[in-house]
């Protein structure tokens, strides 16, 4: 038999059959607003700075949400691509020169020097800074972006790999809507659980790139 939590109307009826409450309406219609808050979790964790939150998590990384550009025109401020979660790497095209990913205070710091060439990149808000001003020089940048949210029109490449994710995810937020302490608990222990291997797996991939800061971006309004 076919796995059926791959899909948008898989998972939606998933939700209520591991909540034992397969005809509660009240639940499936809330549905997206669950799928919306686990995306939240999923794509910038919760409370990831506070290790004693009960309902902490971190934020999900995988290679299927990386996407390299090679092709974004840098200048000093530059907007960030729809989706942007995190920068992993930076590099002006021509000639090949690496900018060193640091944070936005860093930048700050070095507002009065003239360093000669860009150097560094950093995230700030909805942007990324560059010192020095690059005006407009093509650049290749590799981050991390949001993928496209389940729908009836299709799923994404979380979902149909690492459907656990989505599933202990929205199950989490069912819980709380319903104010099922325990089961929430339960579900979140089996949602850190699967997000820290495919994190986890992430690195073991990456073990042979040189480290870099990564700056993430905030979560939107």
Known sequence: MAAQITTYGGLRSAILDWLARPADQ??????????MNCERRLY??????????PLRSDPLRIVEMETLDPAV???????????????????????ATPLQVVSQRTIDAYAGRDMGSPRLIAVSGG??????????????????????????????????????VYLYGCLVEAS?????????????????????GLNAR????????SPVIRNPAGPAP
């Open 127 to 164: 942007n990324f800074r560059v010192k020095e001003d690059p005006a407009g020089a093509p650049a290749t940048l590799r981050f991390y972006r949001k993928l496209a949210t389940p729908s009836a029109a299709g799923a994404n490449a979380i979902l149909t790999s690492y459907p656990d």
């Open 44 to 53: 910038y964790g919760y409370a990831a700075a506070d290790p004693a939150n």
């Open 26 to 35: 009240l639940l499936d219609s809330r549905f997206d607003d669950f799928l």
């Open 176 to 196: 709380v809507f319903s104010q099922d302490e325990a089961a929430g608990t339960r579900y979140l222990g089996l949602y850190n659980t699967s997000v820290a």
């Open 202 to 209: 992430t690195e073991r991939l990456a073990a042979s790139v």
């Open 73 to 95: 025109a840098l200048s000093a401020v530059t907007a960030q691509p729809a989706g942007f979660l995190e920068l992993i790497s930076a590099q002006l095209n021509s000639p």
